[in-house]
C-alpha cells in the first residue's frame, strides 16, 4: 500500500469507489493480510474494481482509511463482509505510474 506522500500527481485525480461484498477465505499470519473472494461488485463502468470470482489480498482498514485495523477486529474465515475499495490513479515521485489503494471494512 502506497501513501499519498509519496507520490506527486501531474493532475488532479478523483478516488474511484466500489463496495465489494468479499468470503473471507483466509488471513495470512507471515504477511500480515487477509484473502477472500469476491462475491459481488458495484464498480463503476470503466474502473479497475474487483469483479465478482476475483481473489483479493489487502489489509483490513478503517472506515476512514487512516489506520489498518486491529487483528482481533479482522473478519474470520467464512465470514462475508463489505468492503469499501478505493483506489487512485497518479505518478509516483521515483516509479512512474502508479496506484494507491485502500480498503475499509464497513461494519
Known sequence: MLSVSTCAFAQKRHWVICDLTVMV????DTVPRVSGLVRSSNAPAGTECPAPGAV?????ETMDYQTVLPRKQWPGVGEVVTIRYRYLLGECKYTGPCKIEHFSLMR
Open 56 to 60: 483479493i489480498s489487502f489489509l483490513p
Open 25 to 28: 477465505k483466509s488471513a495470512q
